[in-house]
Nanobody, 124 residues
Framework: QVQLVESGGGLVQAGGSLRLSCAASGRTFSSYAMGWFRQAPGKEREFVAAISWSGVSTYYADSVKGRFTISRDNAKNTVYLQMNSLKPEDTAVYYC?????????????????WGQGTQVTVSS
């Protein structure tokens, strides 16, 4: 079992930055691939970014490529999402997710564990 707790969301103006954190419980965090997803009101949950167990491989949605950076610190059982040049369309609840294999996938169905989410609001 893995428990995930996100933090770092908030209200920011367009063009600003936020860094989300996801703290994971459990001694096997380093063997999990991790992902960030988001869900805006009235829309389906969508993939944002993912990182392999080692941190060597990352993958991004086209909508955030070049603006967001995913990283992890296995010693701290934490994964991060650095979000720069934020746009109003980035407004959503952001969720951290974990899957107990090494490889990255972009589908929500590929992840077994989810956090409770953190709200990000970008004003224009």
């Amino acid at each position: 079992q893995v428990q995930l707790v996100e933090s770092g969301g908030g209200l920011v103006q367009a063009g600003g930055s936020l860094r989300l954190s996801c703290a994971a419980s459990g001694r096997t965090f380093s063997s999990y691939a991790m992902g960030w997803f988001r869900q805006a009101p009235g829309k389906e949950r969508e993939f944002v970014a993912a990182i392999s167990w080692s941190g060597v491989s990352t993958y991004y949605a086209d909508s955030v490529k070049g603006r967001f950076t995913i990283s992890r610190d296995n010693a701290k059982n934490t994964v991060y999402l650095q979000m720069n040049s934020l746009k109003p369309e980035d407004t959503a609840v952001y969720y951290c997710a974990a899957r107990p294999v090494h490889t990255i996938v972009v589908s929500t169905r590929g992840y077994d564990y989810w956090g409770q989410g953190t709200q990000v609001t970008v004003s224009s």
